[in-house]
């Protein structure tokens, strides 16, 4: 169990010698697992036998932690920074100093998820072939530069311009983040790390509505408020974007940070997670079983339900607790605590999700928290004396944003193969992207200050959530049934252990990891599964999470 990997039933014996093959020994084999299996076999092959303790990797995690974390995490955090400028612009006058009609600035909303749409299949096709650390760089920066233009637009047809130009550089950003969490961290790691990039929405909300409450306060008769703050947001991007080109390595393999040993670790205690690491190939039969794949339809269906929700809140926000009886500074103060909540929602999730292995039924719990914040929107009556249950519906209704990080988790544990990886991350996107374009057209300033029709659609929208969450464990455990029935007709073993979804803590610290812990197990890469980049559904080691 030390060494990380699903462990089915071995095969025969074979003579002793071929049981460890010598690193001198090896070019036949890398010559064969370099042109199919992932980049990561032939970084094995190359270096032969491997064994490390238990201390060893977790230093090794310690210092991916502490590199690789804070850049994914500032990435997504100027991307949601950026991309929410104009929630936060909303209530300083944006509508009447580019002249916008209620429908335009609706549309402004919904404009930057078609592009990040249209561009989802480019980003899937990039993150397979190019470096991905230059990849998501290059993007922080340009996404930054269109944001800052973006002061210059003072009419309905610039704006949407720009717009669409943000989006089309955000559309990398996500799934580039999910990408860099599986490719650095093992499935039991990866829900807590998706979950604490995708936390950086909450921190936007709060340091937004500062930086938005005190750029809101320089009054000037040569630039607007709103173009103060999107040359504010732009230029910070284009200088964290410049530093994640410098820090950000490509790969485990290409870590110059690590040590050699320590690249060989990265690489190797990902074995067990049966995905792959990054094989810069990309292969068309995974992007067919992607589209033919049961789950990863349901999880889109999923996901864009919940984005059509949030759309809607996310670009409408402001104006709605404006709405409450609050003025435009009282408003942004208090959207700060649906930060706070954010965070120790998406985290806290996460968390329980990881204790408890079932992904499905914390959704379904989940959404039971925006359904009943919904309710009182739609039925609490718009006065002063109310907005204390005003208030409390909004907040209930914001933890929503735990929803969507736990869906892309859940996709990401449950696929494998480097293409299929990037093409069903592509899916889960483009679904957001669906929702969000059509969330914000739910809303209309003529329906304030109820916002009944959006409210009524948000409703629906979480109820079919919380189905989903309960539905989809059950399709996976016919997966789970099928593989095991796969394994014994291979003659392996029907039930293996998964242990790539073992918690850490019970992994004995004074165990060696080493490739032949079975004397009758072969080290013999181009078999291994874990690193030969097959999809999920054609690898009958792979073994569904719930």
Known sequence: MADGRSNPTPAAAPDTADVITPVAETSERIHAV??????????????????????????????????????????????QLDKSS?????????????????????????????????FQPLAAFLLVKLPTGKVIGTAVVCWGACA???????????????????????????????????????RSEQTLRASYWNAMNGATFIVGSLVTYGLGHIVSDKIYRYQTIFIFCGVLTVIFGV?????????????????????????????????????????????????????????????????????????FGNLILKDFGFTNFNAILFSMPTGAIQIVIIIGSAWIATRIGRKGIVITGLACLPTI??????????????????????????CLGAITPMVYAWSAQNTGGDTKKKTSSAMMFM????????????????????????????????????????????YLMVLNKWHAKKREEL??????????????KD????????????????????????????????????????
């Open 34 to 79: 370099s042109s199919q299996a992932d980049k990561a076999a032939q970084f094995i092959a190359e270096h032969g036998e491997v064994t490390f303790t238990y201390e060893e990797e977790r230093r090794v995690l310690k210092r991916i932690d502490v590199r690789i974390l804070p850049l994914i995490l500032g990435a997504y955090f100027f991307q």
């Open 86 to 118: 104009l929630s936060y612009v909303s209530i300083f006058g944006i509508l009447e100093d580019a002249n916008l009609k209620s429908i335009e600035y609706s549309w402004l909303g919904s404009i930057l998820y078609i592009a990040q749409l249209i």
């Open 148 to 186: 800052a233009i973006m002061a210059s637009c003072t009419n309905f047809s610039s704006l949407l311009a720009m717009r669409f130009l943000l989006g089309s550089f955000e559309a990398m950003i996500a799934p580039s983040c999910l990408a860099v969490t599986q490719m650095w961290w093992r």
């Open 243 to 315: 530093a994640f080109l410098v820090f950000m390595p490509d790969s485990p393999m290409e870590a110059k940070y690590l040590s050699e040993r320590e690249r060989i670790i990265a690489v190797e205690r990902l074995r067990a997670n049966q995905m792959g690491v990054a094989s810069r190939q990309w292969k068309w039969d995974h992007v067919k079983e992607t589209f033919m794949d049961v789950k990863t339809l349901l999880w889109f269906l999923l996901i864009v339900a919940i984005s059509i929700a949030s759309g809607g809140i996310s670009t």
């Open 373 to 398: 914040g919904t309710v009182l929107m739609l039925t609490v009556p718009r006065k002063e004396s109310n907005k204390g249950a005003l208030l409390l519906g909004y907040y209930l209704v914001q």
């Open 431 to 474: 679904g957001m992207c669906t929702g969000n374009i059509i969330g914000p057209l739910l809303y209309n300033t003529k329906d304030a200050p109820l916002y009944r029709p959006g409210l009524i659609a948000n409703l629906i929208m979480f109820v079919t959530v919380g189905v989903l969450g309960l539905l989809i464990p059950m």
């Open 491 to 504: 003659g392996k073993q029907a039930n293996i252990v998964d242990e790539s979804m073992v918690r850490r």
């Open 507 to 546: 992994i004995q610290d004074s165990k060696a990891v080493e490739l032949e812990q079975n004397e009758h197990a072969v080290r013999n890469i181009e078999d291994d599964n874990g690193l030969n980049d097959l999809p999920d559904l054609r690898n009958e080691d792979f073994i569904y999470v719930y």
